[in-house]
């Protein structure tokens, strides 16, 4: 059975820092592009940060780029999201994501349960 399940969330001031981590179970994670998305309440699912099979080589949305670094480590099938100077902005359910591209086009797409990070004074 295919899991990803996300920890790490919590409650955090402006300008403190947060280490999410998502560990999957159930397919070869070596093989699947990782991402972090979040959602805030009212609004659509966006993309936060994503990282390749090998690792390496990150893509970053705009509004977290130079806070937010995303790592993954194979051998522990385990993908991170370590988040700094975090921002009331960044308040939102965060989801580990797992896609491959296989024979025919054919998508494998998976997500985890979410993990709430709530940045408040």
């Known amino acids: 059975q295919v899991q990803l399940v996300e920890s790490g969330g919590g409650l955090v001031q402006p300008g403190g820092s947060l280490r999410l981590s998502c560990a999957a179970s159930g397919f070869t994670f070596s093989l699947y592009a990782m991402s972090w998305y979040r959602q805030a309440p009212g609004k659509e699912r966006e993309l936060v940060a994503s990282?390749?099979?090998?690792?390496?080589?990150?893509n970053y949305a705009d509004s977290v780029k130079g806070r937010f670094t995303v790592s993954r480590d194979n051998a522990k099938n385990t993908v991170y999201l370590q988040m700094n100077s975090l921002k009331p902005e960044d308040t939102a359910v965060y989801y580990c994501?797992?896609?491959?591209?296989?024979?025919?086009?054919?998508?494998?797409?998976?997500w985890g349960q979410g993990t709430q990070v709530t940045v408040s004074s």
């Open positions: 990282m390749a099979l090998g690792g390496g080589s990150a």
């Open positions: 994501n797992a896609l491959r591209t296989g024979w025919m086009n054919i998508k494998y797409d998976y």
